[in-house]
């Protein structure tokens, strides 16, 4: 089940897909608590690629907490409170392999607290992100079954959701605005311009 993940290769990566109103919620959770720092879980949905691995966020979780400039922690019993509310929901508990937190207005890194955190984690797998208030981000991959690999680098892709509108306005300025050209191979190297009105012009 998880043999993709048991092998990072240099052709393999993985990537944390994020769209835009959980990033914002995340990021809005981290500056509203600075200077205290705060931590949360996830759900995600893996997607397996060719030559790629996406973690698709699917849901946030803010759990009882606490909380000062420099360190966070979930209070006794709040991991699996979210676990027992998952399951009373209707949603699949496996799913909740991302944790995340953030460092105020401090550097993004993993502390060897994180580490300990981390190496205590009871899933197959898990994805950590670290955040702060600056928008500044960084997240791993750690892999427990079959075989355990850490600290695999995970990008990171905010994919925003654009509403009909901006699709409408987006498209009439590419019309209006953007001239494409193709380079035509041979000696004099030929460009072909497509204007517009689809008209095809060459110099």
Not at 22 to 30: K, S, V
Not at 61 to 89: L, M, T
Not at 118 to 127: K, L, M
Not at 146 to 163: A, C, E, M, Q, T
Request: aromatic share 8%; net charge negative.
């Amino acid at each position: 089940m998880y043999s993709n993940l048991s092998t990072p290769e240099v052709s393999q990566s993985y990537r944390l897909i994020i769209d835009i109103e959980l990033y914002q919620y995340i990021m809005t959770l981290a500056q509203e608590s600075t200077p205290n720092e705060i931590i949360g879980m996830g759900a995600i949905v893996k997607e397996y690629h060719k030559h790629y691995t996406d973690f698709i966020l699917t849901d946030v979780i803010v759990p009882e907490q606490y909380v000062s400039p420099g360190y966070c922690a979930f209070k006794e019993g709040a991991q699996n409170k979210i676990i027992r509310d998952v399951i009373e929901g209707g949603g699949n508990p496996e799913e909740l392999c991302f944790r995340w937190h953030s460092h105020a207005n401090g550097p993004v890194f993993f502390s060897l607290l994180d580490e300990e955190d981390i190496a205590n984690c009871d899933s197959p797998y898990v994805v950590n992100m670290v955040i702060n208030a600056k928008h500044e981000m960084i997240a791993r991959l750690d892999v427990f079954e079959p075989v355990h690999f850490r600290n695999i680098p995970v990008s990171i892709i905010i994919k925003p959701i654009p509403y009909e509108g901006l699709i409408v306005e987006c498209q009439e300025n590419i019309r209006s605005c953007c001239e494409t050209i193709t380079r035509k191979d041979g000696p004099k190297g030929r460009i072909t311009r497509i204007m517009p009105n689809g008209r095809k012009e060459r110099s």
